[in-house]
């Protein structure tokens, strides 16, 4: 079983939409977890950390389930600019403040 | 940008081979992390320098090696190219070894023959 699961997708969904993706882990003592986003054939970029009490960025609401162990992201009012891949990353109480990341999962938004 | 860079951009090399990538963190950033990342997956994390010492490394064979100069700049050596090694590699610099925030760079993609 991958530590970080997560749908690869793709969603395809045309602009304005809400769309949600999910994400379990499986490391119960994971500490810290992030949404980062990667366009394609570029480096990851941190879209948003996630904390327990959910919080909010624009258009964009990250939600934790501690007990669960899951993690979601909401996109309101798509964009065509928000098609990317998201991964799904935590980082464990280890040496070496290693992100453990998802494979990712792809969003195309269609005009 | 992030002010990460890593050198050189794309490598193609043979099985066998040897190859050496270059990463210069953003400036003040004594941390730099390696990642590996195959196609269609996500970033695996190698391993990670913080100030000249390793400090953590995940599930990778000795053949992966790497060290921290004195200027924080970082390298990934890799011996003995294997045809699974072809990825994107991607460094991360942060301001300590605890920091969450990490600072992605480009990435050097290797294509192994």
């Known amino acids: 079983r991958k530590e970080v699961e997560q749908d690869p997708g793709p969603f395809n969904v045309p602009e304005g939409a809400t769309v949600a993706f999910n994400c379990t882990y499986s490391n119960s003592a994971s500490q810290s977890f992030f949404w980062y986003r990667q366009d394609c054939r570029k480096e990851p970029k941190l879209l948003m950390s996630?904390?327990?009490s959910g919080n909010e960025d624009g258009r964009f609401t990250a939600q934790l389930n501690r007990a669960s162990q899951y993690i979601s992201l909401l996109i309101r009012d798509s964009k065509l600019s928000d098609s990317a891949t998201y991964l799904c990353v935590v980082r464990g109480n280890n040496a070496g403040n290693m992100l453990t990341f998802g494979g990712g999962t792809r969003l195309m938004v269609k005009p | 940008e992030t002010g990460v860079t890593q050198s050189p951009t794309h490598l193609i090399k043979t099985r066998g081979q040897q190859v050496t990538l270059r990463c210069s963190s953003q400036s003040g950033h004594n941390t730099v992390s390696w990642y590996q990342q195959a196609l269609g997956q996500g970033p695996q994390f190698i391993f990670q320098?913080?100030?000249?010492?390793?400090?953590g490394r995940g599930n990778f064979p000795p053949r992966f090696s790497g060290l921290q100069f004195p200027n924080y700049s970082s390298e990934l050596n890799v011996n003995a190219l294997e045809l699974d090694d072809s990825a994107l590699y991607l460094c991360?610099?942060?301001?300590?070894?605890?920091?969450?925030?990490?600072?992605f760079g480009p990435g050097t993609r290797l294509l192994v023959l």
């Open positions: 991360a610099s942060s301001l300590g070894q605890n920091q969450e925030t990490q600072y």
């Open positions: 320098y913080y100030r000249e010492e390793e400090n």
């Open positions: 996630v904390y327990s």
